[in-house]
């Protein structure tokens, strides 16, 4: 059972940037596939960017371009870089994770029901 701890959420001004950090125990974390999730009040929640087993990455469509993911096996530790932040990113983001090996034939999802493990989430505000 893999334990998942985000940090780095804050409120910032539009055109500013964010870095989100997801720290990663009890599980081997180079076997997990990762990725970061959002979601506001009323709305599911979406993929926003993913990384997987081979270092493929995939992003939503409204981020791409301004946000990267990114994970660090020496500091069991996934990243998410947020640039050119906009009002409409404001979210709580979550950090989410599942063995690689689960997703047979699939090397990265953004499919929120792929993942096994999650976090409680950070708060990204972004005011105009």
């Known amino acids: 059972q893999a334990q998942l701890m985000e940090s780095g959420g804050g409120s910032v001004q539009a055109g500013g940037s964010l870095r989100l950090s997801c720290a990663a125990s009890?599980?081997?974390?180079?076997?997990?596939?990762m990725g970061w999730f959002r979601q506001v009040p009323g709305k599911e929640r979406e993929g926003v960017a993913a990384?997987?087993?081979?270092?493929?990455?995939s992003y939503a469509d409204s981020v791409k371009g301004r946000f990267t993911i990114s994970k660090d096996n020496a500091k069991n530790t996934l990243y998410l870089q947020m640039n050119s932040l906009k009002p409409e990113d404001t979210s709580m983001y979550y950090c989410a994770a599942v063995p690689c090996l689960v997703l047979t034939g699939l090397s990265v999802t953004l499919d929120v029901q792929k993942y096994h493990f999650w976090g409680r989430g950070t708060q990204v505000t972004v005011s105009s």
């Open positions: 990384v997987g087993s081979d270092g493929s990455t």
């Open positions: 009890g599980y081997p974390f180079s076997d997990l596939c």
